[in-house]
C-alpha cells in the first residue's frame, strides 16, 4: 500500500464526439481520488495542435479569449474565438473560422480560409507581434488564397479581374498582386502547428489525400489538384516562390503553401509547440503517475498524437503512464516502447455506441478508479 501522497498528472487529449480534453482530465481526476482522497493531481489537457489548442492553452497559461465575426468557410458570418496569451501572442484555430464543422456546404471546392486571414489581421491589428497557429479541421482546399486575400493579397484571372476565394478559383489564378498587401505581416512571427507533411500537389498532395474527407468526389479531386497545379505557377511566376514541395505545403487543403508564400510562417508539428507552451517537461518532476487517453488509439496516434508525446517526455523521467482509451486497434508494442506503460479500454460491457458515448464520463471515472486501486494495492510508486 502506498503511505505517502500518491503525486499524479492527468494530462488527456479529448475524447472525440465524447468528452473535450478538460472534461476528459476532471473525469480522470474524480477516479484518482474516489479511491485516494489526498493524492495531489494536477491536471494538464491537451491538444496535438487541433481541436483545443486554444481554449487548453489559455486556461492553463492565463490570458484571455477574443471572439470576433469573420467569414466562414462558406463564406457566411461566424464567430470565431482565439486566445492572447499576453499582449503580443495570439493563440488561434483554423477550425474556428474556415472549419469543416462549420460547412454546410462539404464542397471543397466552394470553400474559402477568408475567414482565417481575418482571424489573423485581427491579431496584428490588437498587438500581436507572434502568432500560434492550429490549422487542423479544415473545410477548405483553397491554397490559403483566402487567408491571403483577407491580408490583402490579390489573385487576378487572365483579364485582371479578382477570382472566386475558394478551390474552384485556384485553376484561373494567372497573376498576383501584393501592391494592397498589409506590410505589417513581414514583421509577424508565426508558428504554425501541423503534423502532415504532404506536399501541395500530386498524389500526395492536398486534394488527393484530403479533399474526400470534405465531401470531394473524384472529378473534383481531379480538378481541385489542377487548380494547385495552376496555383504553384502563378506563385513562381508572380512571386519566385517555390514552396509546392515543403513539408506540409498540403496541410488544410494546402494552407499551409500559403502560410508560407505569404507570411512568416515555420510549420512545426504541433504537440511539441503544445509542450513548449505548456513547459510539460519541467511539470513532470517529482510526479509518480501520468495518466493520459484519447478516444480512439491506432495508427494515427503513432504520428504525432499526445500520447506518444506524453509517453516520451515520460520516458525519459522513468515514470510510469497510462493511457486511456475508447477503443484501440493493433498492435500496442510501439506505444509501451515509446514510454505508455499499459493502454485500458473505458468500455467495460457491449452497449449501444450512443449510450456509449453518453457514458465516457462516468466510465472514464470508473476505469481510473480501477487502476488506481492496483496502483495503490501493488504499491508500485514505492518501487515495493
Known sequence: MIDRQLHVVVAPDSFKGSLSAHEAAVAIEKGVHDVLPNAVVDKIPLSDGGEGLVKNTINALGGSFRSIEVTGPDFEPVVATYGFLDKQTA?????QASGIILSKWHDPSSTTTYGTGEMIRDAIKQGAKKIILGIGGSATNDGGIGMAAALGARFLDSHGKGVELSGSGLSSIESIDLSFYDKRISDIEIVVACDVTNPLYGENGAAYVYAAQKGANSEMIRRLDKGLRNYHRALQKSLG?????????GAAGGLGAGLLAFTNATLRPGIEIVFELLDFDNKLAGVDLVITGEGSIDAQTLEGKVLLGVGRYTKKRGIPTIALCGQYKGDL?????????SVFSINHELIDEQLAIMKTAETVTLTTRQIIRTVNALGVMQGE
Open 333 to 341: 508494442s510501439i506505444l509501451n516502447q515509446e514510454g505508455i506503460t
Open 91 to 95: 493563440v488561434m484555430e483554423m477550425a
Open 241 to 249: 516562390l517555390d514552396c509546392a514541395n515543403k513539408e506540409g505545403a
